[in-house]
Structure formats: C-alpha cells, structure tokens
C-alpha cells in the first residue's frame, strides 16, 4: 500500500517571464487525497495541468506510477499517462451522450457496455446514460465527468476546482458525495481548491500553495494546527500574531508570557500565532485590552480586542455566557498550552493584517 | 525568408505557447503552411513581375496617365465614403433612437442593398438613366428630351457605388449605437448639456470607431470595385488594369498598377484594423443597460421620412423596379431562360468547388491559429488576410501571367478559377471557423488527451464534429460571395464557361438589358439567402 502514485521532484515552470511553479516536490501514496490549496495565481492549476502532461516542467521530474513521464529529456504526452482529470466546468464533449462520453476512454479489447453500465452504479446516475450533456443538472454532470475520468482506470484522477461551479448549499452535499464515490473506486487523487474547509475535509493530505512555492504539505490537521508559514496560519483559517520577545526560556508578550519547548537565543523577536477559539477574555477594569468590535455570528460572538500596542487579537466567545459591550475592558488569556505556535522573525516576516481569510 | 520564419517559431516553442505541450499535428501544419503559400503565390508573382521592369517600371507608374487613374480612384474613394457616411449617420439614429414612425421596418430597407452586386447597380443605372434608358424613353414621349446629362463616368460610377457601398458604415453604426449605454447621455443632461451638445460631446465621439471602421470598409469596397466602374466607363485602378489586359496586353505596366492598388487596398486595411480593436473596446466598456429613451422628432417626423425614402427609393426600388421592369420586357420578348439556368448550374458548380476547396483550407488555418498559438501560426492566419487586400482583378492577372507561362495545364481550367476564389475568400471561411472555434473550450481536447486521443484523434472525434455549424457557415459564405464575384471569374474562366455574374456583366457591355434582367434577379435572391439567416439569427439572439 506504500507504492507512490505521483512524485514531483524540484518542479519549476515559467511562462515567459512569470515564474508560476518554483521548486514544488510532493509525494503522494496510492489511495490518498491531496488537495492543493492557494489563492489564485498561486502555481495550483499549473501543477495539476504539469502532473497530466498539458504543460510541460522547465525543470525537474515527475513521475506516476513508478514512471517518469516529465523530466530531463523525457516528455510523455497526455494521452499515454494514465492521469484521468475532472476540469471545473466538467468539459462534457456536447456532441456524445452520457453513454458515449464516459466510453470514450475505454480502450477497444473492454466491454464497453459492461463498463459504462458499472461506472454509472458507481455514481448513482443508472437510466441517464442516453441523456445530452445540457439535459443534466450541474451535480449529474460533475458525477458524469467523474464516471468518465474513472472508467479508464487511472492511476492518478486530477480534480481541478470541482465544486467551484455549484451553489454553497449544494457543494458541501455533493464533495461528501464525490469523497465517497472516489473512495469506493480506491482512486488517488490530487484536487485543486481555493476553499480550505474543502481542502482540510477531502484531503488526506493538503498542500498549500503561494506565489508558486510549496509553503507546506502535511495532514489538515498538521497544517491547522502547526502552520510552517503565517501564510498558511492565514490561509487555513482565522489567525492572528502577537509580537513577543524570548527571556529566560519563556516568550513575554503584552498578554502576559508562556514557557516554549525549544531553545531560542535570548532577546529573539517572535510572533504567536493565535487562532480566536484559543483566546479567552473575561471582563476587568484592570485588563489590558478593550473591546472594539463585537461580532454575531449566531452561536458565537467573534470579538475584537485592541491591545495597548495597538495590535489587535480576536476572541471567540458563546453567546449564551460571554455578551459584552463594545469598549468594555477585558484581561486576555491565552490557551496555549501544548500548541504554540510562533514564527521567528529574523527568519520570517509577517505583518498580521486586518484582512484575514474568512471561513 | 523561410529560414528566419523557422527560427522565430522555434524561438517561441519554448516561450508563452499556451500549451507546453502544444507541438501542432504535423498534417494540421504541412496543410497550414501550404495554404499560406498558396495564397502568398499571386502576389509575390506580380512584385517579381513588376521587379523584373526595374526603372522602366517607374517611367510608366510616373506618367500622367497613371497619375489621372490614381487621381479619379482616390476622388471616387473618398466620394463614396463621404457620401455613404453622410446617408448612414441620421439613417442610423432615425431608426434606433428616435420614435419615427415604421423605424423596424426602415432599418431593415436602408440595409438590403447589400446583397446587390455592384454590377447589378451598374446594369440598373445604365438601364434607367442612360442614353435610350427608361427615363429618357418616358421623357421622350412627352417632352421630347433627347439626351439626358451625362450618366457615364464619374457621376454614374459614383452613384452606383455609394448605393451597394454605404451599409458597410450603416450596419456598423446601427450596432454601435444598439450598444450605447444611455445612463452615460443621462448623465450628460443632468450636468446641463443638452440634446445637441450631448449628442456632440457624449454620444457622437463613442461612435467614431464604428464610423472609422465602416468608412474604411466602403474605402476597400470602393477601390476593389470592378464592376459598377467598368460598366460606368470610370477609369479607376481596376478598369485600367483590365483595360490594359484586353487591348495592349503590357503585362509590366498591369503589374506595376496592380502593385500600386494592393499597396492602397493593404494601408486602408492595415487602418481598419487598428480601429477595430478600439471599436470593440468601446462597445464591451459600454454593453452594461439598455434601455433608451427615444427621442421624439415631432415635425421633424415628415424630414425624417422623406430623407430615408429617398434612400430606400434609389437603393432598393429603383434597382427592383428597373430589373422588374426589363425582366417583363424580356419575357414578352421571348428572352429564353435555359440559357440562365445553364449560367446558374455553372456558377453553382464553380462556387461549390471554392467553397469547399476554401473550407477545407480555412480549417487548418483556424485551428492552428486558435490551438497553437505562436508567431508563427499568427503569421500563417495574418497571411491569408492578403485576400482583403488583394482586388479580385488583381489576383485574376496574376494568375492570367502565371498560368499562362508557369502553370500551362492549368491555365484556362476550372482549377486555376477555384484556386483564385480560394485565395479571394479565405479570409471569411477562417474567420467563421475561427470564431466557432473559439466557442469550443480547449478543456474537452484536453479531456479528450487524458482519455488516451492523440491531438490528431482528439481533433476528429471532438473539435470538427462540434464546429461542424462554423465550417458550414463559412463554406456557405464562400459559396454565395463566388456567385457574385466578377472579374477573376471574367479573367480566369475556360473558354465557354459563362455564369450569372459574367453574362450580366456581358450583356450590360453590349446594351442588351433583357437577356441581364433575369440571371440579375436570380443573383440577388441568392445573394440574399445568408442576409435572411443572419438577420434571423440575429433576432433570436436579441429574443432570448
């Protein structure tokens, strides 16, 4: 179960002058899901297009199956790849029914009727397979294009923005969908995503991607959890950094100060990483903060608290126990623990910004 | 020149080629670049030609002569396009923006003229107004005029052009207009202009890349005309060209007058495309709301009428009219009609050829050039544009000299005539395939690839079968511009071999209205077919 299904090694790719992948490796297992998760513009799309042989790597190599099929000298093209792909707007061949577009990969030695007629069970669409392409709602084409992708066997099925195209209350029905449709068929797979709840809840393994560079590939919890890059804190949900200074083993901050595990020089500038459920406020005439802007988000209150530094940090609190005032002053506590994270800033800058990525 | 074009295209290969994988079939390619070849053949035969006279060439483009010719074709040119943009600015603005009474069915009237060959006019000009024409036979009778002014030469050709020629600018404007945004005019008045100066200020300068782009259709339209100017006896560069075909033959100076046209015929389009880009930006900036207010003429109502009949009159009823009226007169003087269909099956024939012969060339063009984007294959698209620029009497005399001396088994063969058509009608097969071809997502070939196609493969079973409606479109628009095309079917066609277009032509020549009335009329209703599609998708467009 531990054969490699795709390995990109050292990738880069330039259009003309613009370098859209810088150096990308990435190995994934047979079997598993790995989302690739970056804003737009970001090389995601690229690498997904580089992996089925649509472009072609300025540098590096890649590999499927235990083949090389991009690499010095080497260039094999898309059709021999065995690479099945899903495009965002599905690109059903309009002219073909759903029976002829999902036997169009089949080679000729398979039963085709045989096969078409256990790929359409496999996505639930039995009896549609002598509907047109336009006859279909946009849930049934994706599973069509799904089926399609699939019925030649793949080693690899790429998936690029897949739910991109439907509502937001359809999506989160059919990716559960299509994660158990893809999972049934033992497919691996990559996918491309802007959305990180879609990344962290499909993805066995998700790699976040900015301005072409791998920033991080790890599991959705590693990556929540212990963010490499305030880029990836950022992107994979809300976050927020506290400046702070190393004295005798412990990070002082304006909050008050926590012991770290790992050894840094004293008088090191860092900033913590804080996400809004670790951070708790109670009222206090004498604590450090004020609230500035109180949220409702339903079952939470999100609130904002403005530090004497002039930083802010976000709190979430339940609504049922914690309604409080704009302007009330609040002490802030933070609930660390085991779970710091901070990033150094002689390595790292990064500039906490009121434009966080919403969920 | 071979050699620096191969080394720009391997430069590129590896530059922004929208695929890196994107290394064209070698068919789609060779069939590609023969084609541009084909079509670079005429014209780098004549520069040979009027290369080979060396400083005898100048001598004669020098003479006075040559410079009366270039005199008479720049004041028809300019003339014309004068004329028709003063006929289509009000036309345009009475029937999309004012509640003048009738306005639908007046748009549609001002623009049928197009579909008339400007022979067609020219036959209906002589017939009506000149010598022992209709209207001085009615004037004959009663008034016993005896002579009417002058129609031959400049007047006549003049008129003749500018009523087949102004719906060029007309159709451009009427869209131009449909695609103003009246909330920009709306604020215009708020800011205390009014009608006139908004329409000077606002209104007016968004109009100016359509009205660029149309005045220089009708320039090309004007200095390409062979038809109207010949049988209106007005030596432009076209007439002239012939003239020195048919009577002395000088193949230097034919060739060197024919350069100085495709020089003028290539500035007025390399014009017209640099406008076309700003057209199309300003109408895509602008297509955010419609719905004007239309302005009420009151008892400028009647003006307003009169002024588009009189447009209607002459372009569409007197043309009618006079053709009714000569057919009648032919029929009663048993004017055959085998012969006409005789002419049609050959002009169908013909036509059918080009057509295909065209489509099947167009298609790699199109799909090179939309698929695998490069200079190179660019380079390939832009050169079969030359057949805008190249007067169909340019071509014809190129391939006259050619075959005659290089290619003797085709000379005087229906081959060398589709090859001319081809070369001629090119440029609209790829545009009407290019533009289906745009339509198709690059994803399904993609698709296609990953489902184990070849790009050879993926091309057949996907891309063709789904501009399937594009290459008919295209081949069909090749068909009916082959029926009207006159002087390379003059030139080029087998001894015998006549078709509708050359037997009016032959027939106005010689005076004998009757027997060109009918081969006319069943020109212009086929010549209308692709209006009538056009006007009727058009409208199912703007319905849904």
């Given at each position: 179960m531990n054969n490699i299904a795709v390995r990109c090694s050292d990738i880069t790719k330039s259009f003309g002058r613009t370098l859209a992948i810088q150096g990308v490796s990435l190995a994934l297992e047979e079997g598993k899901f790995l989302a690739l998760l970056g804003p737009s513009g970001c090389g995601k799309t690229t690498l997904l297009r580089l992996i089925a042989g649509f472009e072609a790597p300025d540098r590096g190599t890649i590999e499927i199956g235990g083949r090389t099929v991009s690499g010095p000298g080497v260039f094999v093209p898309p059709e021999s790849r065995r690479a099945g792909i899903v495009f965002q707007d599905y690109a059903?061949?309009?002219?073909?029914?759903v029976n002829r577009n999902i036997a169009f990969g089949l080679p000729k030695n398979v039963d085709h009727r045989k096969r078409v007629q256990e790929m359409l069970s496999l996505v639930g669409l039995k009896g549609l397979e002598h509907r047109a392409p336009h006859e279909l709602s946009g849930g049934e084409q994706q599973r069509v294009a799904l089926a399609r992708a699939l019925a030649p066997g793949p080693t690899v099925l790429l998936l690029d923005?897949?739910?991109?195209?439907?509502?937001a209350d359809l999506r989160i029905r059919i990716r559960a969908e299509v994660k158990d449709i893809l999972t049934c068929a033992g497919a691996t797979v990559v996918f491309v995503t802007h959305d990180q709840q879609e990344a962290l809840f499909m993805g066995d393994l998700v790699g976040v991607m900015n301005a072409g560079r791998m920033e991080q590939i790890d599991t959705p919890q590693a990556i929540f959890e212990k963010p490499a890059t305030p880029f990836v804190a950022r992107f994979t949900g809300m976050a927020d950094f506290l400046a702070g200074t190393v004295q005798d083993g412990l990070v002082v901050t304006e909050v008050g100060s926590l012991s770290l595990h790992d050894s840094i020089p004293q008088g090191e500038r860092v900033s913590l990483m804080l996400r809004p459920n670790l951070v708790n406020i109670r009222p206090d005439p004498t604590g450090v903060g004020t609230i500035a802007e109180r949220i409702f988000q339903g079952s939470h209150y999100l609130y904002r608290i403005k530090l004497p530094s002039g930083a802010t940090v976000r709190s979430l609190q339940d609504c049922g126990c914690a309604d409080y005032p704009v302007n009330t002053r609040v002490s802030v506590e933070l609930n660390l623990d085991h779970n710091v994270v901070y990033f150094r800033e002689s390595r790292q800058v990064c500039e906490p910004s009121d434009g966080e990525v919403t969920i | 020149m071979a050699i620096g074009i191969a080394k720009l295209a391997t430069a590129r290969i590896g530059g922004r080629g929208r695929a890196g994988y994107a290394r064209p079939p070698a068919a789609l390619w060779l069939a590609a670049a023969l084609v541009a070849v084909a079509v670079l053949l005429p014209l780098a035969y004549l520069v040979l030609r009027a290369s080979g006279a060396g400083t005898e060439l100048w001598g004669l483009l020098f003479r006075s002569r040559t410079l009366a010719i270039l005199g008479r074709t720049v004041l028809l040119v300019i003339a014309v396009t004068g004329i028709s943009l003063a006929i289509s600015l009000p036309v345009a603005w009475l029937t999309q923006r004012t509640d003048l009474p009738l306005r639908r069915m007046w748009s549609i009237l001002t623009a049928l003229p197009l579909v008339i060959p400007s022979y067609v006019v020219g036959f209906v000009i002589v017939a009506a107004l000149g010598p022992r024409g209709i209207l001085q036979q009615a004037l004959a009778?009663?008034?016993?005029?005896?002579r009417l002014p002058e129609i031959y030469g400049f007047p006549g050709a003049l008129l003749a052009v500018t009523l087949v020629a102004y719906p060029y600018i007309l159709l451009p404007l009427q869209s131009a207009i449909r695609g103003l945004d009246p909330r920009l005019e709306e604020v215009a008045r708020s800011l205390g202009h009014g009608r006139w100066d908004t329409f000077r200020r606002v209104v007016l300068p968004q109009l100016r890349p359509a009205m660029a782009a149309g005045a220089l259709l009708v320039a090309l339209y004007t200095l390409r005309d062979f038809g109207a100017v010949s049988l209106l006896r007005y030596e432009t560069f076209t007439w002239a060209i012939y003239l020195q075909y048919q009577t002395s033959f000088d193949r230097v100076l034919a060739a060197g007058l024919s350069l100085v046209l495709v020089v003028m015929a290539i500035a007025i389009l390399f014009l017209e495309f640099r406008t076309r880009g700003k057209a199309q930006y300003h109408r895509a900036a602008a297509s955010v709301s419609r719905s004007p207010s239309y302005v009420r003429l009151g008892g400028w109502r009647w003006p307003a009428l009169a002024f588009c009949g009189l447009v209607v009159l002459l372009a569409l009823v007197m043309p009618v009219s006079v053709l009714g009226y000569w057919l009648a007169r032919g029929f009663s003087g048993g004017e055959t009609l085998w012969l006409t269909s005789s002419y049609a099956l050959n002009s169908a024939y013909v036509s059918g050829l080009a057509a295909a012969a065209t489509g099947i060339g167009a298609i790699a063009i199109a799909i090179l050039d939309v698929r695998y984007p490069s200079l190179f294959s660019r380079l390939l698209e832009r050169i079969t544009y030359i057949g805008f620029a190249l007067p169909g009497i340019v071509i014809a005399l190129a391939l006259v000299f050619f075959g005659a001396n290089y290619a003797t088994l085709t000379y005087q063969t229906l081959v060398m005539l589709v090859f001319a058509y081809a070369v001629l009608f090119l440029p609209q097969a790829v545009a009407a395939i290019r533009s289906s071809l745009l339509q198709v997502s690059p994803r399904l070939e993609e698709a296609a690839r990953s489902l184990g196609r070849t790009p050879l493969q993926a091309l057949m079973a996907i891309t063709l079968p789904l501009v399937r409606p594009g290459i008919l479109a295209g081949a069909g628009l090749v068909f009916l511009t082959t029926m009207k095309e006159l002087p390379a079917t003059l030139l080029?066609?087998?001894?015998?071999?006549?078709t509708l277009a050359t037997s009016i032509w032959a027939a106005t020549s010689e005076g004998s209205f009757a027997r060109a009335a009918f081969p006319a009329v069943v020109l212009i209703l086929l010549s209308s077919v692709p209006m009538a599609i056009l006007t009727i998708r058009g409208k199912r467009q703007s319905d849904e």
């Open positions: 059903l061949f309009p002219h073909m029914d923005e897949p739910f991109s195209n439907l509502d | 009778g009663p008034f016993g005029v005896e080029l066609s087998p001894i015998g071999f006549k």
